[in-house]
Protein backbone atom coordinates (compact mmCIF):
# COMPACT_ATOMS: atom_id res chain seq x y z
CA UNK A 1 0.00 0.00 0.00
CA UNK A 2 3.01 2.57 0.19
CA UNK A 3 4.64 2.55 -2.82
CA UNK A 4 3.87 5.76 -3.73
CA UNK A 5 4.28 6.83 -0.08
CA UNK A 6 7.13 9.29 0.55
CA UNK A 7 8.40 6.92 3.03
CA UNK A 8 10.16 9.46 5.38
CA UNK A 9 7.02 11.34 5.77
CA UNK A 10 4.42 8.72 4.59
CA UNK A 11 2.46 11.37 2.40
CA UNK A 12 0.98 10.80 -0.73
CA UNK A 13 -0.97 12.98 -2.58
CA UNK A 14 -4.90 11.97 -3.17
CA UNK A 15 -5.34 11.99 -6.73
CA UNK A 16 -9.51 11.99 -8.44
CA UNK A 17 -8.67 10.94 -12.27
CA UNK A 18 -9.32 12.21 -14.96
CA UNK A 19 -13.11 10.11 -15.67
CA UNK A 20 -13.49 9.46 -11.96
CA UNK A 21 -16.52 11.35 -10.21
CA UNK A 22 -16.90 11.66 -6.31
CA UNK A 23 -19.55 12.63 -4.55
CA UNK A 24 -18.18 13.42 -1.18
CA UNK A 25 -16.01 15.57 1.18
CA UNK A 26 -12.33 15.58 1.08
CA UNK A 27 -10.02 16.20 4.20
CA UNK A 28 -6.34 15.69 4.56
CA UNK A 29 -3.26 17.45 5.38
CA UNK A 30 -1.37 17.26 2.15
CA UNK A 31 -1.96 17.46 -1.51
CA UNK A 32 -4.79 16.77 -3.20
CA UNK A 33 -4.99 16.71 -7.12
CA UNK A 34 -8.06 16.53 -9.41
CA UNK A 35 -8.83 16.07 -12.70
CA UNK A 36 -11.89 14.64 -12.92
CA UNK A 37 -15.36 15.67 -11.18
CA UNK A 38 -15.98 16.73 -6.79
CA UNK A 39 -19.21 17.21 -6.10
CA UNK A 40 -18.14 18.06 -2.33
CA UNK A 41 -16.06 20.19 -0.23
CA UNK A 42 -12.36 19.84 0.20
CA UNK A 43 -9.74 20.85 2.65
CA UNK A 44 -6.02 20.09 1.98
CA UNK A 45 -2.54 21.65 2.24
CA UNK A 46 -2.71 21.91 -1.33
CA UNK A 47 -4.78 21.30 -4.07
CA UNK A 48 -4.62 21.47 -7.51
CA UNK A 49 -7.66 21.51 -9.96
CA UNK A 50 -6.26 20.54 -13.27
CA UNK A 51 -7.65 21.36 -16.83
CA UNK A 52 -10.86 19.35 -17.15
CA UNK A 53 -11.14 19.37 -13.01
CA UNK A 54 -14.18 20.53 -11.73
CA UNK A 55 -15.01 20.64 -7.79
CA UNK A 56 -18.78 21.59 -6.60
CA UNK A 57 -18.10 22.62 -3.36
CA UNK A 58 -16.01 24.86 -1.06
CA UNK A 59 -12.61 24.08 -0.51
CA UNK A 60 -10.43 25.59 2.30
CA UNK A 61 -6.28 25.15 1.66
CA UNK A 62 -2.49 27.02 2.02
CA UNK A 63 -2.15 26.73 -1.93
CA UNK A 64 -4.42 26.70 -5.06
CA UNK A 65 -3.60 25.92 -8.40
CA UNK A 66 -6.74 26.32 -10.58
CA UNK A 67 -6.30 25.07 -14.24
CA UNK A 68 -10.29 24.01 -14.00
CA UNK A 69 -13.30 25.06 -12.80
CA UNK A 70 -14.27 25.31 -9.35
CA UNK A 71 -18.34 26.20 -8.18
CA UNK A 72 -18.08 27.39 -5.01
CA UNK A 73 -16.30 29.31 -2.04
CA UNK A 74 -12.10 29.22 -1.76
CA UNK A 75 -10.12 30.53 1.30
CA UNK A 76 -6.73 29.94 0.15
CA UNK A 77 -3.64 31.73 1.74
CA UNK A 78 -2.40 31.71 -2.01
CA UNK A 79 -3.89 31.54 -5.18
CA UNK A 80 -2.91 30.93 -8.59
CA UNK A 81 -5.27 30.78 -11.37
CA UNK A 82 -4.43 29.82 -14.87
CA UNK A 83 -5.70 30.43 -18.43
CA UNK A 84 -8.65 28.97 -19.20
CA UNK A 85 -9.68 28.49 -15.64
CA UNK A 86 -12.70 29.23 -14.04
CA UNK A 87 -14.36 30.09 -10.87
CA UNK A 88 -17.92 31.28 -9.73
CA UNK A 89 -18.23 31.80 -5.96
CA UNK A 90 -15.84 33.91 -3.34
CA UNK A 91 -11.92 33.66 -3.54
CA UNK A 92 -10.96 34.48 0.01
CA UNK A 93 -7.20 34.83 -0.33
CA UNK A 94 -3.89 36.62 1.29
CA UNK A 95 -1.61 36.43 -2.47
CA UNK A 96 -3.46 36.17 -5.79
CA UNK A 97 -1.83 35.39 -8.97
CA UNK A 98 -3.33 35.43 -12.24
CA UNK A 99 -2.01 34.28 -15.67
CA UNK A 100 -4.64 35.48 -18.70
CA UNK A 101 -7.57 34.50 -17.55
CA UNK A 102 -11.22 35.22 -18.71
CA UNK A 103 -12.95 32.74 -16.96
CA UNK A 104 -13.55 34.41 -13.52
CA UNK A 105 -16.94 34.94 -12.60
CA UNK A 106 -16.02 35.31 -8.45
CA UNK A 107 -16.52 37.84 -6.00
CA UNK A 108 -12.12 38.45 -4.48
CA UNK A 109 -11.94 39.47 -0.82
CA UNK A 110 -8.51 39.95 0.49
CA UNK A 111 -7.88 38.55 3.48
CA UNK A 112 -6.66 40.36 6.53
CA UNK A 113 -4.64 37.81 8.06
CA UNK A 114 -2.34 35.73 7.66
CA UNK A 115 -4.15 32.61 9.10
CA UNK A 116 -5.04 28.96 7.57
Given amino acids: ?4 TNADDKKSPTIIGAGC ?3 GNITTDHTVQIHGIVNGNITA ?30 TVNVANIF ?6 GTLTYNTLN ?5 GLNCKLSKRKDDTK
Fill in 45 to 74: ETLVIGRGGIVNGDIKTQTLFLHGSLNGNA
Fill in 98 to 102: ITSNT
Fill in 21 to 23: NLD
Fill in 1 to 4: MLAF
Fill in 83 to 88: ANAEMV
